[in-house]
């Protein structure tokens, strides 16, 4: 069984940055993708960026420019740097890993942006 593991997130002011881990029980280039999901009070989980094995991206609307994603196959890790964080962007962020149509989910790591 997978198991992902995220790790980085806190209080940060608006503006502020926060750099996330999600570090994986196996290689990370055994996922066709890693996705970083964030999950606001009374909101649905939205997709924030995510990386592909072919180290294509793709961002949210609302995060390009600010956030990055990126992965250390060594570390086993895929990490999202976090920019000029609004305090909108509150709320748990997922890492998922899929291999083809299974997902894989994390516990989770909870960031709030505020003054």
């Known amino acids: 069984q997978v198991q992902l593991v995220e790790s980085g997130g806190g209080l940060v002011q608006p503006g502020g940055s926060l750099k996330l881990s999600c570090r994986a029980s196996?290689?990370?280039?055994?996922?066709?993708?890693m996705t970083w999901y964030r999950q606001g009070p009374g909101k649905e989980r939205e997709l924030v960026a995510s990386?592909?094995?072919?180290?294509?991206?793709q961002y949210a609307d609302s995060v390009k420019g600010r956030f990055t994603i990126s992965k250390d196959g060594a570390k086993r890790t895929v990490y999202l740097q976090m920019n000029s964080l609004k305090p909108e962007e509150t709320g748990v962020y997922y890492c998922?890993?899929?291999?083809?149509?299974?997902?894989?989910w994390g516990q989770g790591t909870q960031v709030t942006v505020s003054s």
């Open positions: 998922d890993a899929s291999i083809w149509s299974r997902h894989f």
């Open positions: 990386l592909t094995v072919g180290d294509t991206t």
């Open positions: 196996e290689n990370v280039y055994n996922f066709n993708q």
